[in-house]
Nanobody, 123 residues
């Protein structure tokens, strides 16, 4: 499956952005989907995940209550709504797809990755 992330940009602290990830070339509804991010000089970290059913979600503590992940299996998309953004949210954001059961939240559990989209939050 191929993943294409979009929606990044520059925003002031307290603002919002919505990232979108479009999937093609596979059966989207088979995959759990996740968002990760990587800031300069840091390791890639988990942000949020949603299983194939979309019936529940899981978030990193650092974004809980501010970010919302959602998926549309009819459109083959997964979105990340980011509110109350902070400068420490600045990173390249990646969407990823996993064939593993449950709700994977480590990068090695994901099989396919998008190219990343830059999010910059100014103070």
């Amino acid at each position: 499956v191929q993943l294409q992330a979009s929606g990044g940009g520059l925003v002031q602290a307290g603002g919002s952005l919505r990232l979108s990830c479009a999937a093609s070339g596979g059966t989207f509804s088979r995959y759990a989907m996740g968002w990760f991010r990587q800031a300069p000089g840091k390791e890639r970290e988990f942000v949020a995940a949603v299983p194939w059913s979309g019936s529940y979600t899981y978030y990193a503590d650092s974004v809980k209550g501010r970010f919302t992940i959602s998926r549309d299996n009819a459109k083959n998309t997964v979105d990340l709504q980011m509110n109350s953004l902070k400068p420490e949210d600045t990173a390249v954001y990646y969407c990823a797809a996993s064939l593993r059961a449950g709700l994977p939240f480590t990068s090695y559990q994901y099989d396919y990755w998008g190219q990343g989209t830059q999010v910059t939050v100014s103070s």
